[in-house]
């Protein structure tokens, strides 16, 4: 059996956001154009998907400071 990988400080933030939103990681693949499997691998450092991060940071209003600020925690 797999281990789960863990998220990147990046998939923190947005697992808080989505709570915070009441939204699902489906309904935010859906907003974004992506499998939600595809998303969950972003969130979880397994695959790149760097052109996706723009997208997915304006779909959950979350400015790069936020993102900044969490990292240098």
Do not use: H
């Not at 990147?8 to 709570?19: A, E, H, N, R, Y």
């Not at 595809?38 to 790149?48: A, E, M, V």
């Not at 991060?53 to 936020?66: G, H, Q, V, Y």
């Amino acid at each position: 059996m797999k281990a789960r990988k863990e998220l990147t400080p990046l998939g923190i933030i947005v697992k808080k956001k989505l709570i915070e939103l009441n939204k699902t990681q489906r309904s935010l693949a859906k907003d974004i154009g992506i499998n939600e499997f595809f998303l969950i691998n972003i969130l979880r450092g397994r695959q790149p998907g760097k052109q996706y991060i723009p997208k997915i940071l304006r779909a959950l209003n979350i400015n790069s400071e936020e993102i900044r600020t969490e990292d240098e925690s």
